[in-house]
C-alpha cells in the first residue's frame, strides 16, 4: 500500500496549513478504488479524514471546445464519451437540444424507442456502480453477478445501435436506425431473467450484515445541505430532494408513463444505496409498459442534411442515471455551435464528498465515494 | 433486555451471512449457469450482431464493382477527417470527361465507428463490418484503401 500512495513534500503544506500529527496523502490519480483517474488530496489525523480536496484535470480532453469545431450531426457522438455509463442519455440531450432550437417534431415512435433505451441505459449503469460499490467495500463477487444481467443489456443495444457502450444511436429527428426485429423478444427475456434476479441482489449484498453496518449512517448528507451543493440524482434523492426531471419537467413520453420517483430520507449511504436498487425496478416497470406498445411509423423525422440553428441560446436538461445533464448551446445562426456548455452531474455530487467525508476514517471515505457512483470522464469532460 | 437484543443481533447477522453464502454455493455447484465466454477458444462459433460496427467496408460485387461516385459525402459527414476521397476523370465512350473515384483512403486508426460516414452515402456505397480484431504491429498498416484495385463503379449508379 505504501507505494500508492505519497506524502506531499511541499514545506507550506506539511508546516503552516496543517495541524500537528495531520499527514496530507494523495490517494489516485492512479488508485484502483477511485474507478479512473481521480486525484483525492486526503488530509488525515490518524484514521480519520480532515479534510478531502479533489484535484481534476487528469482526463480532461476539451470537449466543449471539440464540440465548437463540429457540426450538430457530429457533435452528438463525442457526448457518448463524457458520461459513458449513460451514452444514451447523453446522446438523447444533445439531440433534443437540437430538435427544440429547429423544431422539429420527433415521431412517436421514435420517442418510445428512445425511452426504452434511455431507461435500459440506467439498469445498465445501476448494474455496474452496484458491483463496483461492492467491490470498494472488498466483496469481489458481486461485480460478477452484476455483469451477467448487463452483459444481456450490452448484447441488445450491440444488436440494435451497433454498439455496446459508445452508441451514437440519437440523432437530431429520431433515432438512426430502427429497432432490430428481435429487440422486443430479447427486451422481454432480459425483465424476465432480470426479475429472477434482483432478489438475489438482495440476499447476496443488501441484507449483509457487513454490508449495513458499512453502509447505515455514513456519509451522511442533509437536504439542506444536498441542495445547496447542486446535487441531483439518486444523491440528492436519497436526502429526500424531489428532483427527478422525469417528474418535474418530463420530456418526451415521460408524462405518459407511472412511474413513482424513489425518495430516501434518511441521507446516509444505505439510503443513496436503496434509491438505485429501486430505481432499477422502476425502470423495468417504464420498459414494461412501453415494449408491448412501439406505435408504428417513422423512426426518424426527416430534417435537411445540414443542420443550421437559428440564433440564440438553448438550454435542455434530462434525467441521466448519475442525475441532472443540462446541454446549453449558443447558437449564432450558422453551422457549428458558438459555444456549448454540458452541465454534468458528477461534477456537483463530487463537491459534496468533502463535506460528507469529514470527520469519519478512512475506510468510510471510499465507500461513500462508491455511492456517490462517480464516472470521471463526466466530471472532466 | 440488553442479552436478547444482543443474541437477537447475532442471529440476524449470521442469517443474513447465510442466505448470501447459500446463494454462493448455488453457483459452486450448478457450473452450468455460468456465462461467461473464453474469447480466443470460441472464435470459430462467435459471431457478431448483423449492425456491429467494426470498421467501414466497401462491398464489392463479383464483376469487381462498386457503388462509390466519389461525391465526399462520408468525407464532410465524418467528424474525424478519418475518410479522405482522391477522385479522377473517367472518359465516358461519348468522350465527356467524369468525376470518379480514384482512391477511398480509411484511416482506421482515427474511426471512432459512430456510422455517420454510412448514413451520409447517398448510394449505400460503404457499410459497418464485422471485424473488431484489428490490432497490428505497425500504425501504417491501419492506413486502408477500400476500394479494391482495377475496380469500377456499377453500371446505372449515379
Not at chain 1, 135 to 140: I, K, R, S
Not at chain 2, 65 to 83: Q, S
Not at chain 2, 124 to 134: R, Y
Amino acid at each position: 500500500m505504501y507505494s500508492q500512495t505519497e506524502i506531499l513534500k511541499e514545506p507550506e503544506i506539511n508546516s503552516s496549513n496543517s495541524a500537528e500529527g495531520e499527514l496530507v496523502i494523495n490517494i489516485g490519480p492512479q488508485h484502483p478504488a477511485t474507478h479512473g483517474v481521480l486525484h483525492l488530496v486526503v488530509t488525515l489525523n490518524g484514521e480519520t479524514v480532515k479534510k478531502v480536496e479533489p484535484h481534476l484535470g487528469y482526463i480532461h480532453r476539451s470537449i466543449e471546445k471539440m464540440c465548437e469545431s463540429l457540426s450538430y450531426r457530429q457533435f452528438i457522438y463525442v457526448t457518448s464519451r463524457m458520461d459513458y455509463l449513460s451514452a444514451h442519455v447523453n446522446n438523447h440531450a444533445c439531440a433534443m437540444t437540437v430538435e427544440k432550437a429547429m423544431q422539429i417534431e420527433v415521431p412517436t415512435r421514435a420517442q418510445y424507442i428512445r425511452v426504452i433505451m434511455d431507461e435500459l441505459t440506467r439498469i445498465a449503469s445501476h448494474e455496474l456502480w452496484w458491483g463496483a460499490l461492492a467491490m470498494d467495500l472488498g466483496a469481489f463477487t458481486p461485480f460478477f453477478y452484476a455483469f451477467r444481467e448487463r452483459e444481456t443489456i450490452n448484447d441488445i443495444m450491440e444488436q440494435t445501435c451497433g454498439a455496446r457502450l459508445t452508441m451514437n444511436y440519437m440523432v437530431p429527428g429520431g433515432v438512426m436506425a430502427d429497432i432490430h426485429p428481435s429487440f422486443q423478444q430479447k427486451v422481454k427475456d432480459f425483465i424476465k431473467l432480470f426479475k429472477s434476479n434482483i432478489d438475489e441482489y438482495d440476499e447476496l449484498v443488501t441484507g449483509s450484515v457487513i454490508f449495513q453496518s458499512r453502509m447505515k449512517g455514513v456519509g451522511c448528507l442533509s437536504k439542506e445541505d444536498a441542495i445547496s451543493y447542486g446535487c441531483t440524482g439518486p444523491v440528492a434523492r436519497g436526502s429526500g430532494v424531489h428532483c427527478d426531471i422525469r417528474k418535474i419537467y418530463p420530456y418526451e413520453i415521460y408524462k405518459q408513463v407511472e412511474f413513482n420517483e424513489i425518495i430516501e430520507t434518511a441521507g446516509d449511504s444505505f439510503s443513496r444505496y436503496l434509491v438505485r436498487i429501486k430505481e432499477m425496478k422502476e425502470s423495468i416497470k417504464i420498459i414494461e409498459q412501453l415494449i408491448d406498445n412501439i406505435p408504428e411509423g417513422d423512426y426518424q423525422a426527416k430534417t435537411k442534411a445540414v443542420l443550421k440553428l437559428p440564433k440564440g441560446e438553448f438550454y435542455t436538461r434530462v434525467e441521466t442515471a448519475r442525475g441532472e445533464l443540462g446541454v446549453y448551446i449558443v447558437s449564432e445562426g450558422g453551422t457549428t455551435p458558438y459555444r456549448i456548455k454540458f452541465r454534468s452531474p458528477g461534477f456537483s455530487n463530487l463537491s459534496a464528498l468533502d463535506h460528507m467525508v469529514r470527520g469519519s476514517k478512512i475506510g468510510d471515505l471510499m465507500a461513500t465515494m462508491g455511492t456517490l457512483d462517480l464516472v470521471i470522464p463526466d466530471i472532466d469532460r | 433486555m440488553f442479552l436478547k437484543e444482543y443474541l437477537s443481533d447475532i442471529y440476524h447477522a449470521t442469517k443474513s451471512l447465510l442466505t448470501g453464502m447459500k446463494r454462493t454455493g448455488y453457483y459452486f455447484v450448478h457450473p452450468k449457469e455460468i456465462i461467461t465466454e473464453q474469447y480466443p477458444d470460441n472464435r470459430e462459433t462467435l459471431k457478431m450482431a448483423d449492425r456491429f460496427r467494426g470498421e467501414v467496408i466497401m462491398p464489392h460485387d463479383a464483376n469487381n464493382e462498386h457503388a462509390c461516385t466519389g461525391c465526399t459525402a462520408c468525407e464532410l459527414a465524418c467528424p474525424n477527417a478519418t475518410i479522405k476521397i482522391i477522385t479522377k476523370f473517367d472518359v465516358t465512350p461519348e468522350g465527356k470527361k467524369k468525376k470518379a473515384l480514384d482512391t477511398f483512403v480509411y484511416h482506421l486508426e482515427l474511426c471512432t465507428m459512430c456510422n455517420l460516414c454510412v448514413e451520409a452515402c447517398p448510394t449505400d456505397a460503404i457499410k459497418m463490418g464485422q471485424n473488431f480484431e484489428h490490432s497490428v504491429y505497425d500504425r501504417s498498416m491501419l492506413l486502408k484503401k477500400l476500394n479494391k484495385p482495377g475496380s469500377k463503379i456499377r453500371e446505372g449508379v449515379e
